[in-house]
Antibody, heavy 123, light 111 residues
Framework: EVQLVESGGGLVQPGGSLRLSCAASGFTFSNYAMYWVRQAPGKGLEYVSAISSNGNSTFHAKSVEGRFTISRDTSKNTLFLQMDSLRAEDMARYYC????????????????WGQGSVVTVSS | QSVLTQPPSVSGAPGQSVTISCSGSRSNIGARYEVHWYQQLPGTAPQVIIYDDTNRPSGVPDRFSASKSGTSASLTIAGLQAEDEAVYYCQSFDRVVTASLFGGGTKLTVL
């Protein structure tokens, strides 16, 4: 059974940093692209960051470019999102998600989601 | 505002059919990139219900179907049931953004 378990969320002041982690199990982690998708309270889904299966290619939405960094550690089957210079508008539930493997990682659909980790940005 | 435009809400009575639209442009749906649909039940993570325009993952009832034409796509839910009440999102690749985008979401209310 595929499992994605996020951790690392919490309360942070504006300008602060957080590192989200996503522990993956139940599949061969190195074979799949991975994503972070966020959802602000009462809002829709936003595609934040993506990383290819081998980790060599990444994408970040313009809203987070230069502040967030996605990475993965295949030896630990873990996905990360380093979030720096956090702003109030970054406050959201952050979902870790797995690509289905049906094509280029930036086009792929998501076939498994974690339950999310909540990030609160407030002074 | 999302590049993929969905109506904020739709509603229907049990047993009826509803259609949710996803309006894009020549840089995404109109460029023949695949469209995927997700269902997000209250308090849960989204789940894919349609992938690659018209395909249903195993376990998704055949009451759910989708189509695509020109710069738009649509999701149809036939024989509405109370359990279908959720928010539905479309997703497609955009060649200007060079990444996938989600529509703004449509809340389905079963009357």
């Amino acid at each position: 059974e595929v499992q994605l378990v996020e951790s690392g969320g919490g309360l942070v002041q504006p300008g602060g940093s957080l590192r989200l982690s996503c522990a993956a199990s139940g599949f061969t982690f190195s074979n799949y692209a991975m994503y972070w998708v966020r959802q602000a309270p009462g809002k829709g889904l936003e595609y934040v960051s993506a990383i290819s299966s081998n980790g060599n290619s990444t994408f970040h939405a313009k809203s987070v470019e230069g502040r967030f960094t996605i990475s993965r550690d295949t030896s630990k089957n873990t996905l990360f999102l380093q979030m720096d210079s956090l702003r109030a508008e970054d406050m959201a539930r952050y979902y870790c998600a797995r690509g289905a493997g049906s094509g280029w990682y930036r086009k792929d659909y998501i076939d498994h989601w974690g339950q999310g980790s909540v990030v609160t940005v407030s002074s | 505002q999302s590049v993929l435009t969905q109506p904020p809400s739709v509603s229907g009575a049990p047993g009826q059919s509803v259609t949710i639209s996803c309006s894009g442009s020549r840089s995404n749906i109109g460029a023949r990139y695949e469209v995927h649909w997700y269902q997000q039940l209250p308090g849960t993570a989204p789940q894919v219900i349609i992938y690659d325009d018209t395909n249903r993952p195993s376990g998704v009832p055949d009451r759910f179907s989708a189509s695509k034409s020109g710069t738009s796509a649509s999701l149809t839910i036939a024989g509405l049931q109370a359990e279908d009440e959720a928010v539905y999102y479309c997703q497609s690749f955009d060649r200007v953004v060079t990444a996938s985008l989600f529509g703004g979401g449509t809340k389905l209310t079963v009357l």
